[in-house]
């Protein structure tokens, strides 16, 4: 049966892409290093526009007369007051443009300007080398270096050091643990219990946030915070998962970027922490099946985030704790062996296995 | 009828959701069509292999080990039609749930006229109506078309204008259409299928298609008091199937070997009440439920028309859509073990982040069976708000969706079923536990007995055949005398008390005669009129009387709660 995946690598060769909702205005080159956070691509999209009815407004008989009258082209950008049409003559009447923009089509009399857009900035997600760029919508980095992919995040992407305030990978950050030396830094912690200590650490403007668990009721705290917060296990006060907690430890004072946006399985993108290492990783793949000796961690409340060791898996269904019947691992965690359905288990690769490139 | 070998199809029915990929053999034994065996994978329309391919191939190779039969040949094809050694099956349908939940912007004339029935068609598919602007609409031009270009819609559905009726307005909502397509990259314009006054087929396809792909169908209201959404939703479904083509890699490539071209699990489902409403008891309607990982649907039939009803949500990948607008509070009162709202908040966030997982504990499944509760409820009462219900009652009620299938008892299926449905009347509760429901809609396109001979069989379960009277007496009141007479003679009878609930034993395939009186103050017909005595069919929880009242309303206090809840299972069996 095919396994779900969760990487938790100390060294691999990462490869991710980004893409633009629609070509733009690329401003990385092919070779290029990038930081995490560093703008690759821009675009502007339009979200607002008026009409202007020439014939109408000039009181003209018919659309032909007032595209005579139109003293502009399409793709010219009009200034504040700018004059669309003028009848000319002693008691000439004029018709203004109501708001500055760009002059989308000029049709049957009327003028479409495009006063509002939105503009769309493509940051990287991770530090590395910029090694494709595709039809000025869609750029590849590469990087090689720690891998931890986590379960949820806030949206945002930020770098700084990395710097472990967990005394245990279920410790809760407080005020206390925030202060001068935390400034442009990620923090690491277990958890946290309380929207207060997510707004001081905004304000003690750290670089990003890296915890294990967060109660659910925080969601809207976290989303409003300027500074990214990754989640690596779940919802609740359970901690980091041990293999990510070491790894995060063993890292502390490297340079580490988050990219805490939200999962989207139909892309294949996940929250990601990334620390660059000058040691060339390999590739990893993906794939794999549930068989005995594969560490797991658990997905599904109540047993979310804890990690183990499969020691029997059984593809025939198997009567469940629920009562129901399904799948299921025989996995050892912390010492006692408990019956876990199989799609409630992500393999925790952090072996480098054969090369094969991700999305 | 039976069916002879010589006209007899094998057939395969692929049935692909967000979660499972499911195969299903259909062949003639003993004379007739029966399930032969399901193949169920877990879906790849995710990583790593972002591909429905590789689940529909494990499915397959899953059917061929249990049925023993060779269905691919060595290059991993399937093989249609079958050979003179048995080898493959002769026909192949599909049904999808899995694609993307789709916005939708709606365009019609009048709120109580195209624009309402535009709106009805909308609900028929998996997606979400975001905007929708009718011919009285109070916001400008400008303030229209910003909507439109926000709401981002992957469809427009666009209404207006009996035959030869309105044309004037329907031509300028097609300009404002424009103006907004002229404001949209060209790859991100949405298709738009016009279902409005034929005359003005030709003026509106010239100005649309301009901009994007512009399907047509029959008008859906061709006269200001005739609709014909199942009709015109025949035709979406294929602009449906199209758009949904790029967002499920693979389909359009199973859609090549198909012998109808794939269809969405609900409108399918929906020929099949379609056909139960036509057979079935005129007097009754014909409902089915499915909660599904990403979306749920309802269907209701009622004389040979359906409405069908989609959700954008359910208990896996759906799960974030329905915690949107809170409900926490609501779910929790289903629930019959104390658990924090904290902790309860967290399991079901949880759930968002591992989609497919599966309850482990029973902790965890009374949770998953009380959203299921709650998701029931919320999809009465927007039918009710939609005026689809039918005041005569629904005979039978059809249930599917593992959700609402596996449970670990059928006591807490039919608990869990009765909690949230809350049906009136007299009514059978049926399950499709195999998930074929969707399947044999497919497949009526291409064997049209096959769904025929197929309900009649063991296939579905009859969960139970469930009194709900409705009584103004108090708690603790004789509200109902029940006599059953068995087949053999036998009989049994109660008493039943408001507020509680009652089995009386019946077996699967056995019928029996129902004698109810009803006390003072106490109805169960929607009409007021008990008939002698009902013939009843058997099922696994035998004839249940539920006299808890409707409403039901849920203790506020938890132990009171969990002992009610407990006295309930024990009632029933359990």
Redesign the interface.
């Known amino acids: 049966?095919?396994a779900?995946?969760l990487n938790i690598r100390p060294l691999a060769r990462i490869r991710r892409s980004h893409r633009l909702?629609?070509p733009g205005n690329v401003l990385v080159r092919p070779g290029q290093n990038v930081s995490s956070g560093d703008l690759l691509a821009e675009v502007d999209?339009?979200?607002?526009?008026?009409?202007v009815d020439v014939v109408r407004a000039l009181g003209l008989s018919s659309p032909q007369e007032a595209e005579h009258l139109i003293q502009h082209k399409v793709g010219e950008r009009l200034e504040e007051k700018d004059i669309i049409a003028e009848t000319g003559g002693l008691f000439s009447r004029v018709i203004r443009t109501p708001a500055p923009g760009l002059i989308?089509?000029i049709k049957d009399g009327s003028v479409?300007i495009?006063t509002q857009t939105r503009h769309i900035a493509l940051e990287a997600r991770l530090p590395g080398l910029v090694t494709e760029i595709q039809k000025n919508q869609k750029i590849v980095i590469e990087s090689n270096g720690t891998l931890i992919q986590g379960?949820?995040g806030n949206g945002k992407v930020g770098s700084g050091l990395l710097v472990n305030k967990s005394e245990t990978r279920d410790s809760a950050l407080t005020p206390a643990n925030l202060g001068l030396d935390t400034r442009n830094t990620i923090l690491v912690a277990g958890t946290c219990a309380d929207e207060a200590t997510l707004n001081q650490a905004a304000q003690a403007a750290i670089a990003g946030l890296i915890l294990g668990s967060i109660?659910?009721?925080l969601?809207p705290a976290a989303e409003k915070q300027p500074y990214p917060i990754l989640v690596t296990d779940?919802?609740?006060l359970m901690g980091i998962n041990e293999l990510a907690y070491q790894l995060l430890s063993t890292n502390e004072g490297r340079e580490t970027s988050i990219s805490a946006v939200l999962?989207d399985?139909?892309k294949?993108i996940r929250p990601e922490i990334v620390i660059a290492l000058p040691v060339e990783g390999q590739t990893f793949?993906?794939?794999c099946e549930y068989t005995p000796g594969q560490t797991v961690r658990v997905?599904?409340?109540?047993?979310?985030g804890e990690t183990g060791i499969i020691e029997k898996v059984s593809t025939a269904n198997v009567l469940?704790?629920?009562?129901?019947r399904?799948p299921a691992a025989e996995v050892r965690i912390n010492q006692v062996k408990k019956?876990?359905?199989l799609?409630?288990l992500e393999v925790i690769s952090i072996e480098s296995e054969l090369s094969a490139e991700t999305? | 009828m039976s069916t002879t070998v010589l006209d007899a199809v094998s057939l395969i029915a692929l049935d692909l959701g967000s979660v499972n990929t499911r195969a299903h053999l259909f062949d003639v034994a003993d004379g007739q069509y029966r399930i032969i065996a399901s193949g169920s994978?877990?879906a790849?329309?995710?990583?790593?292999?972002?591909d429905i391919g590789?689940s529909i191939y494990?499915a397959l190779d899953r059917l061929q080990k249990i049925t023993g039969r060779i269905l691919m040949d060595k290059e991993a094809n399937l093989i249609l039609p079958s050979q003179a050694g048995g080898e493959g099956v002769d026909r192949l349908v599909v049904t999808y749930s899995c694609g993307?939940p789709l916005n939708l912007v709606t365009f019609g004339l009048l709120g109580d006229a195209s624009l309402e029935s535009v709106n009805r068609l909308a609900a028929t598919i998996f997606g979400k109506l975001v905007e929708s602007i009718g011919v009285n609409d109070r916001r400008s031009?400008?303030a229209q078309?910003?909507a439109v270009?926000?709401a981002k819609p992957d469809l427009i559905l666009f209404a207006g204008g009996t035959d030869n009726g309105a044309s004037r307005s329907v031509l300028k909502m097609a300009d404002l259409m424009c103006?907004v397509m002229?404001?949209?990259?060209a790859?991100?314009r949405p298709a738009v299928f016009f279902t409005g006054n034929q005359a003005l087929i030709p003026a509106v396809k010239d100005k649309i298609e301009r901009f994007t792909t512009i399907d047509m169908a029959p008008n859906i209201r061709p006269q200001i008091d005739r609709e014909e959404i199942e009709k015109v939703g025949t035709v979406l479904s294929q602009v449906v199937n199209r758009i949904q083509s790029t967002?499920v890699s693979g389909l359009d490539r199973i859609a090549t070997i198909c012998n109808v071209p794939p269809e969405p699990s609900a409108s399918a489902v929906g020929k099949i009440v379609r056909f139960l409403s036509v057979v079935n008891d005129p007097q009754k309607g014909v409902l089915s439920f499915d909660i599904g990982a990403g979306s749920s649907s309802v269907i209701s039939g009622f004389a040979g028309k359906t409405s069908v009803n989609t959700f954008p949500y359910g208990t896996g990948?759906g799960m974030s859509e329905f915690l949107k607008k809170g409900r926490i509070e609501q779910i929790r009162q289903w629930l019959p073990k104390g658990i924090s709202l904290?902790?309860l908040?967290?399991?079901?966030?949880?759930?968002t982040?591992?989609?497919?997982?599966?309850?482990?504990?029973?902790?965890?499944?009374l949770?998953e069976l009380a959203v299921a509760r709650q998701m029931l409820r919320e999809m009465v009462h927007e039918l009710r708000l939609r005026g689809v219900l039918t005041a005569g009652g629904y005979d039978p009620i059809l249930v599917s969706g593992s959700t609402l299938t596996?449970?670990?008892?059928p006591q807490q299926i039919l608990l869990t079923l009765l909690d949230g449905i809350q049906p009136a009347g007299i009514t059978t509760l049926v399950l499709d536990k195999h998930s074929i429901l969707a399947s044999l809609g497919a497949a009526a396109a291409v064997q049209p007995f096959l769904p025929v001979q197929v309900l009649e069989s063991t296939a579905f379960v009859n969960l139970a055949t469930v009194v709900n009277p409705v009584s103004e007496g108090r708690t603790g009141a004789e509200i109902i005398k029940v006599r059953l007479e068995y087949e053999s003679g036998k009989f049994a009878e109660v008493d039943v008390k408001k507020g509680t609930i009652v089995a009386l034993p019946l077996k699967q395939g056995e019928t029996g005669k129902l004698y109810l009186e009803p006390q003072h103050r106490t109805r169960i017909e929607a009409s007021g009129l008990v008939e002698d005595f009902y013939k009843v069919n058997g099922g696994i929880c035998g004839v249940v009387i539920d006299g808890r009242g409707r409403p039901l309303n849920m203790p506020q206090d938890e132990l009171k709660r969990e002992e009610l809840y407990n006295s309930w299972v024990i009632a029933l069996g359990g």
Do not use: C
């Open positions: 049966m095919q779900q995946v909702p629609v999209l339009p979200i607002a526009q008026v009409t989308l089509s479409l495009e379960s949820w109660p659910s009721r969601i779940g919802f609740g999962m399985a139909r294949g793949n993906d794939a997905n599904a409340y109540p047993y979310a469940l704790p629920s009562g129901l399904a019956v876990i359905p799609v409630n999305k | 994978t877990a790849t329309i995710t990583a790593p292999f972002f590789e494990q993307k031009k400008d078309a910003d270009l926000n103006r002229q404001m949209m990259p790859e991100e967002h990948s904290e902790d908040r967290d399991a079901l966030y949880q759930k982040l591992s989609p497919s997982s599966i309850p482990a504990t029973k902790e965890a499944l949770i596996r449970a670990a008892s």
